[in-house]
Nanobody
């Protein structure tokens, strides 16, 4: 599975951005898709995730401000980010959890990062 992320950029605090992550290849093996972020000097953290069944999971710091969704073909995942804060500044990485066969342990597949910069 290949992941292509897009949509980062520079925005003022309080603004909005939408990130997209398009999957290609063996997309039927995707268990979940999500976004992580890594700020300078900090560890990578989960931002939001959506499972094949549509269950979503958010970091506490983004609840109520960010929304993860996907298209019906479950090929493209979107992260709508609103009320952005300077502390949201980070490289955002698209992630897909892959399970080739049931019974095998899933593994993480990563796309390239996209930089989100929120100015105060």
């Amino acid at each position: 599975v290949q992941l292509q992320a897009s949509g980062g950029g520079l925005v003022q605090a309080g603004g909005s951005l939408r990130l997209s992550c398009a999957a290609s290849g063996n997309t039927g093996s995707i268990v979940s898709m999500g976004w992580y972020r890594q700020a300078v000097g900090k560890q990578r953290e989960l931002v939001a995730k959506i499972s094949r069944g549509g269950v979503t999971n958010y970091a506490d710091s983004v609840k109520g401000r960010f929304t993860i969704s996907r298209d019906n073909a479950q090929i493209t995942t979107y992260l709508q980010m609103s009320s952005l804060k300077p502390e949201d500044t980070a490289v955002y990485l698209c992630n897909a959890e892959i399970q080739i066969l049931s019974g095998l342990a899933p593994y993480d597949n990563w796309g390239q990062g996209t930089l989100v910069t929120v100015s105060s």
